[in-house]
């Protein structure tokens, strides 16, 4: 099949090069249309959903939320999503494959406390049911919270959370959704949702799979926060599939570099690249471990997701 294509790519070439004036246009475009082939072999996509004005959850999805549109008229999303239930999303009928890559738009709207153990923790858990946790951990809108707070994101709630808020981030105030800030004066309208875009690669070969969204706002002393002032939405949503394939060496010693990189959205984005190649990331395990006598934030994440179902004994013997 890679052969075809790139005999595709070479006829859409000489094609367009008679069609158009402009050789290396066209030559882009074709590249361009190619490039797309070439990249769904690697990785085919098998569920997207990206809401439109006027849709209801299909029968894939449980939740309590609602498709809406954001206040400036941006984006159309699933939304006002709170602690009231789970969320989940399962998908049937996968082709044969070795690792699934799930890629979310996650909306935090609101006055999400982060880490703050007075106020919080205001948490979020993502996991495939029955195997993996891939993301348990808080947020922090600081710009509803007089530009302080901190969070866990992007490291899970093993770690001390100390990041800054924001951290990660993706976009501030894309949804338009504003507050008064009024503890000084001027007072400001300040925006209070914030946009991260998830992307998580986990070994995989069942021919389904459930994913499961929960949030937990509730205050240290037990009292839920105003759930209208918090909540959480999802925007679009992608899944693809493909077996756990060798790696260019080149890309891997980048990536082993950046997993090391002490700025973590480097480290953590990463991270998730090299699962998509869970065989080689498992037998180099050990071995990034030893790079640094520093106890790595991702150490936790790796055993969790990587050593499910045997020991580190036992992968450092295959």
């Given at each position: 099949m ?8 070479g006829?859409v070439?000489y094609i ?6 402009n050789y ?10 190619a ?13 997207q ?5 006027g ?10 939320g609602?498709v809406m549109?954001?206040?400036n008229?941006?984006?159309?999303f699933?939304g006002?999503i709170?602690d ?10 996968l ?8 890629e ?10 982060g880490?703050?153990?007075?106020w ?9 049911l029955?195997?993996?946790v891939?993301?348990n951990?808080?947020?922090s ?14 490291e899970?709630?093993?770690g ?5 808020c ?10 338009g ?10 007072v400001?309208n300040?925006?209070?949702?914030s946009?991260y ?5 986990v070994?995989?070969?069942a021919d389904?799979?459930?994913?499961n ?15 209208k002032e918090?909540?959480y ?7 693809s599939?493909h ?5 260019d060496?080149?890309?891997?010693a980048k990536?082993?570099?950046?997993l090391?990189n ?5 480290s953590?984005h ?12 498992r037998a180099?395990?050990q071995?990034?471990k030893?790079?640094s006598?520093?106890q ?5 994440r790796?055993e ?12 450092k013997?295959?």
């Open positions: 890679l052969v075809f294509s790139f005999v595709l790519l006829g070439c367009l090069s008679l069609m158009c004036k290396f246009g066209c030559l882009l475009v074709a590249f361009s249309f490039g797309s082939v070439l990249a769904e072999e690697v990785k085919p996509q098998v569920y959903v990206d809401w439109k004005e849709d209801t959850p299909g029968s894939e999805w449980v939740t309590k609602k549109k954001s206040p008229g941006a984006r159309t699933l006002g709170t009231e239930a789970v969320t989940s999303l399962h998908v049937k009928d082709p044969e494959h070795e690792v699934l890559t799930l979310v738009e996650l909306f935090v709207v609101g006055t999400w406390d880490s703050n153990t007075t919080g923790p205001d948490k979020l858990n993502i996991s495939l029955d195997e993996y891939l993301l951990t808080t947020f809108n600081c710009l509803a919270n007089n530009w302080t707070g901190s969070q866990h994101y992007p899970d709630m093993t001390r959370g100390k990041y800054n924001f951290t990660g981030i993706s976009y501030i105030g894309e949804l959704y504003r507050q008064q800030w009024a503890r000084y004066e001027p400001q300040v925006p209070i949702d946009t875009k998830l992307k998580f690669s070994p995989h070969s389904s799979f459930t994913l969204f929960q949030s937990d706002a509730n205050e240290q002393d037990g009292k839920a926060d105003d759930q918090q909540w939405g999802i925007g679009k949503v992608t899944v599939t077996n756990d394939q060798a790696v060496e080149k890309e891997w990536l082993r570099a950046n090391l002490g700025f973590i959205p480097i953590n990463a991270f998730w690249e090299m699962m998509r190649y869970p065989d080689r990331f180099d395990y071995l990034l030893t790079t006598s520093t790595r934030w991702w150490y936790p790796a969790r997701l990587l050593m499910k179902g045997e020991t580190l004994e036992t992968a013997g295959e």
